[in-house]
């Protein structure tokens, strides 16, 4: 077997391969060019692959634009096999799991894989084709070795302005998906290395703030082009023979490896539902039914039963479903994240979520919460449902809601045009070993909020106030996490503002006798007023807490209050001692304690 | 399992998409079919079995509105 640059397999291994190094002489180090797909070879090439993604996100991180990207991390960068299978990540966003290798497999099915040409750059946002909804954009570059598809380079993430009716594409109330912004179906953006100029032009046509987009696409090839050379190189070295043959070993492996934490589940129907409050455009409620069967060395989650997809954004897509249950079921097999994360742990797991209910939107009902607010929610009833079978190892409810806000206008110190995606930390659910989590932005997206200082400095609106807010877990053997409360001054003559807010009239559940969190919250002070009130009082919206285009003026005060975690286990098995501790701290009110607790907040004997 | 693939030829200008009867899934152009109670086309050949060892015993048998 000849190397693709001319040397000689010399190892005794049929995977082993003698090749050129292009990275062992230049920093000095005796670095080996053969690799044994052994346990220790598997071991090198994981963490090989592991640290291009690694790097792949960096270079998004340091050179986007926006700031849902370069402080949210709103994002994921990945390697793929030429068929679509997940090799290795840089997962900031869990919520992103289900898309990742849906779009390049279902476009690779789609239009084949001739479609792909060296230097290519093929990007899509369509959320009835694998992605989570249409903020969301996949980007897919194709590597070429000795001109046959070894792989693809993959980036993810949150663009934070892409038309449709609201500044920041969030439209709350929006009835399809046209409201929603530009959908792009699988498209080359950059084909053969060139930019497709055309599409470029409609891109930045329909965007509100195409600065920030060109950005923040760039940042996206510049990642894709870091993954690719970082890749070529690798199978340089060591052929891509034995790049591609260790890759399908690891996924292997990871499928073994799950399927195995699968087994020790007690197999059985483990069945919960939920209601979510509205979908931003009725006040009614809908449901969510999920039974998750463990069958052996694999799950089936099943949807079935859920209500009809709704008029408004909360429904969500296929992937948004199957990103939230790959999320649960990872929670509890192997919550370390010991197995390495790719395509082999998908394949244990499956899931029914009809076409047209809320789990699964059909074209062209809108889903832009479905991925922020319905999501997280999700992970919750799917963990509640595993509650039945592994107690010790699930959380109750986490504050669900992703508390969007989204804002615009024209900045008076620039005279640009800006628009903001911000999100906010909440708390998270109690657990069978902890207190929740305390101002931790939804677990399905793991992003980090944005400083204050980096927040000021772009837009018009000063922080009057941003704290945990005291009583908002849910008491419980362990509390749920606070939530978090900022009071926004605006300080530009006007901004245009909407907002998506969940869990405001449907707290938080606690799990096994804990009790559920606070509710969120989102109010106004006009200048001049004293009083904060709703939006719905102030503004004559239906929603007051999911509303779309609504103009704050100078000196107009806006205040949210995220939810917070619900409590686990009954709160008469709290440690009298956390009690003490959260009463010193401000977390948790006396009167709250008397409350919740009884006696043992004043020290009294358990009953 | 007992399927074939079957193509589903679309013009390039036809950007609509189809679900997998069964699981929810898409179907961007290639179906797998079987003949279980009905003819049934369904996302992949996992699909077939998924469907006659957990969504016909759970759910009954379905009827692919697609034919």
Known sequence: MSHPKGGQVEGSSKWSANGCSLLGTEHGYPMSERLELDGVGLHVLHNALANIAAEMALVMMKTSYSTIFNEGLDFSTVLLSRTGELIAEKNYTPSMMGAIPNTVRWTLEEFGEEFFEPGDVVVHNDPYRGNCHIPEHMMMKPIFHDGRLVAFAGAIGHIAEVGGKAPGSFAADATDVYQEGLRLPPVKLIERGEHNQQLWRVIMANHRTPRNTWGDFHAMIGALNVGEQRFSALVDRYGDDVVVEGARLLIDHSERRLRSDIAELPDGAYAASMLVEDDGVSRDPFEVRLTIVVRGDEVIADFTGSSPQVAGPMNCTYVVALSAIYNAVFCVTDPEMLIPRNSGCYRPVRVIAPAGSVVNVRHPGPSVGGNTDLQPKLVDLALAALAQAVPDRVAASSGGSSSNLLFGGVHPETGLYYSNYHFDGMGAGGSARADGNDGEVTRHSNCRNTPIEIFEHRYPLRTLEYALVPDSGGAGAHRGGQSTTRTLLVTAPAITFSALFDRCRIAPAGLLGGLPGLGSELLVRRAGSAEFVGFDEAFGVASGTKFTNVVLHEGDELRYRTPGGGGFGDPEDRDPALIERDIRETRVSREAALRDYGALATGGERS | ?67
């Open chain 2, 1 to 67: 399992v007992t399927g074939a693939w079957v193509e589903r030829p679309r013009v390039w200008s036809d950007t609509n998409v189809e679900h997998c009867p069964v699981c929810g899934c898409l179907i961007p152009r290639r179906a797998w079919r079987f003949v279980g109670e009905t003819p049934l086309e369904v996302c992949t050949p996992a699909c077939e079995e998924l469907y006659e060892t957990y969504y016909k015993p759970t759910h009954g048998a379905l009827v692919d509105d697609h034919h």
